[in-house]
């Protein structure tokens, strides 16, 4: 019940197309989704995170969809620029406790 | 705000010897802190959470005798890895929560290299 998939395990899109990175979670406890970017050689920078209450969050290009009943979220990126490749990270968790990664999406931008 | 670092950056140690890793949360107190490990092209594996003032709590799998984890403020955790040996060789990243919402900021890694 700990385990949150994700896919695609790879993605190559031309500049200004609409990645987008799908999560599953199992645990119905979870109460925080957050989204990570990192960058070879860096640790993950936090981009957006989502709760429950809501089914979309949107913070500049990036936006997240969430669907409650299907344990489902997805990372959707706005007039991707060749700057956003790096490794997307989904999480899922509890609020205030640890968070569980999925296994990242290398994400390939090109001009 | 929400700053996290970590020190040292990089660090190459012999076989046997012990190294030791700092995290810290520069702007915001840290109740919480994480440690995680990553393998090239994989994913952050949880090793121990981390209560200021508390012993670790760690997963399943990870030697607490070998790693060795102290929270002793609200801002610095540190996690010590004794007689380290090549297989230890990793990028080793902190986390810290504590802001408002629970959301994790991360540090920026220690890659160790353990020859």
């Not at chain 1, 995170?49 to 290009?61: C, F, L, T, W």
């Not at chain 1, 990372?75 to 997307?88: C, E, K, R, V």
């Not at chain 2, 990870?62 to 230890?88: G, M, R």
Request: proline share 6%.
């Amino acid at each position: 019940q700990q385990q949150v998939k994700q896919s695609p395990q790879s993605l190559i899109v031309q500049k200004g197309g609409i990645p987008i990175i799908n999560c599953a979670y199992e645990n119905t406890a979870f109460d925080y989704f957050p989204w990570y970017q990192q960058f070879p050689g860096k640790g993950p920078a936090l981009l957006i995170a989502i709760r429950p209450d809501v089914s979309e969050k949107k913070e500049g290009r990036f936006t997240i969809s969430f669907n409650k009943s299907a344990k489902q979220f997805s990372l959707h990126i706005m007039d991707s620029q060749p700057g956003d490749s790096a490794t997307y990270f989904c999480a899922a968790g509890a609020s205030y406790d640890k968070v569980i990664f999925g296994p990242g999406t290398s994400l390939s931008v090109i001009p | 705000g929400a700053v996290v670092s970590q020190h040292p950056s990089w660090v190459i140690c012999k076989s046997g010897t012990s190294v030791k890793i700092e995290c810290r949360s520069l702007d915001f107190q840290a109740t919480t802190m994480f440690w995680y490990r990553q393998f090239p092209k994989q994913s952050l594996m949880l090793m121990a959470t981390s209560n200021e003032g508390s012993k670790a709590t760690y997963e399943q799998g990870v030697e607490k005798d070998k790693f060795l984890i102290n929270h002793a403020s609200l801002t610095l955790s540190t996690l010590t890895v004794t007689s380290a040996h090549p297989e230890d060789s990793s990028f080793y990243i902190c986390s810290a929560s504590g802001l408002a919402h629970g959301e994790q900021y991360f540090g920026p890694g220690t890659r160790l290299t353990v020859t």
